[in-house]
């Protein structure tokens, strides 16, 4: 199903459903063994970590604009906090990576959590609202992603909601979460999918190639839902779920579009990237854009595909499949 919003002139409205065409562009990683020590010494890297940093630290300054464009991220933190609250315990603390300004901790409730340990790597987005009062207690910590400080063995829950599409190393950083969490801990995370703003790529691809001649990297490359569903289980993660949401927003052009990704904190990080525009580049961007894939009143859709995934550390007391063989009856006569 897929969810659709209007981003028009600060307001936001849920809006009925339109079907939407993809392109499928995904980043694609070596499946590495669980025993594959924390990447400290990782050598692969794609994004400029303390680029990233510091335009997220941009965004949370700005703090009257960041709050205007925090509608993406707090819809799918709570997406993101139902399916660690469907979980029927108790958690004493939850550690929440990447969690910038706080969107998952906005959807917990003391019923279920008494703590959560808010990490980031900017401390301006971790202070962006350290004056609101939460249902629940709140540690905030400046913390990497790619290099964990959590004990071994610690960890009752983590979660993370559109940060780990930043993440270097992934698979690394997957065998890091799972060796933090206690036997039977829980991972439950979001981030967004290959699928994400193909309209914007294609847009800019054609821009470029035509007003530049080739074709620079303007949108960073994402996975998809087969390696996430991957690497969880060579990550040493158990009884794992893996599913994929769309969510379409509607904006009156994609110069507005680029506006709220940059107010968001999720420009382009890319080793490689161009930091500059060229105007011309920039207007035959939107005008594409509105001609390939413009709706009938004007404004142009965005599509973010959102990949969620749960995964259990491994216990005593997991579920374990029957040994081959013990069937009682064929699938055939209950069929």
């Known amino acids: 199903m ?5 981003r028009n002139h600060r307001v936001l409205t849920k809006t009925l459903p339109r079907v939407a065409s993809t392109i499928v562009t995904s980043r694609n990683y070596a499946i590495i063994p669980p025993s594959t020590p924390a990447p400290e010494a990782a050598g692969f890297q794609v994004f400029h970590r303390e680029a990233k940093r510091k335009q997220k630290d941009r965004a949370a300054m ?18 993101v906090a139902d399916r660690l609250l469907d979980i029927k315990r108790s958690f004493n603390t939850v550690v929440d990576l990447g969690s910038g300004c706080g969107h998952i901790v906005k959807h917990i409730d003391s019923d279920t959590v008494d703590k959560v340990i808010m990490c980031d790597t900017s401390e301006n987005a971790l202070n962006r609202d350290k004056d609101i009062k939460y249902d629940v207690e709140v540690e905030r910590m400046v913390v990497d992603e790619e290099l964990l400080p959590f004990e071994e063995n610690s960890l009752e829950a983590v979660v993370s909601s559109l940060s780990m599409h930043w993440i270097n190393d992934l698979p690394g950083a997957l065998i890091q979460i799972r060796k933090a969490l206690k ?14 703003l193909f309209e914007l790529r294609t847009s800019l691809q054609l821009a470029e190639l035509e007003r530049e001649g080739g074709i620079s990297p303007r949108v960073s490359p994402l996975t998809d839902s087969k390696d996430m569903s991957n690497l969880l289980t060579r990550a040493g993660f158990t009884l794992t779920t893996v599913d994929v949401d769309e969510i ?19 420009s382009n990080a890319v080793l490689n990237r161009q930091t500059l525009m060229k105007r011309d580049t920039l207007l035959a961007t939107s005008a594409i854009y509105s001609e390939l894939h413009g709706n009938a009143d004007g404004s142009i859709p965005a599509t973010f595909s959102i990949i969620y995934m749960i995964g259990w550390k491994p216990s005593a007391t997991t579920p374990q499949p029957k040994k081959r063989g013990s069937a009682q009856k064929s699938l055939k006569d209950v069929l």
């Open 62 to 79: 700005n703090a009257e604009e960041s709050r205007v464009v925090d509608y993406l991220k707090d819809e799918i933190a709570a997406r």
């Open 183 to 196: 036997p039977d801990g829980v991972f439950v995370a979001a981030m967004f999918g290959g699928d994400t």
């Open 248 to 266: 379409q927003v509607n904006y009156p052009s994609a110069i507005e579009l680029m506006q709220d990704l940059r107010a968001m904190g999720e």
């Open 2 to 6: 897929l969810s659709q919003f209007t």
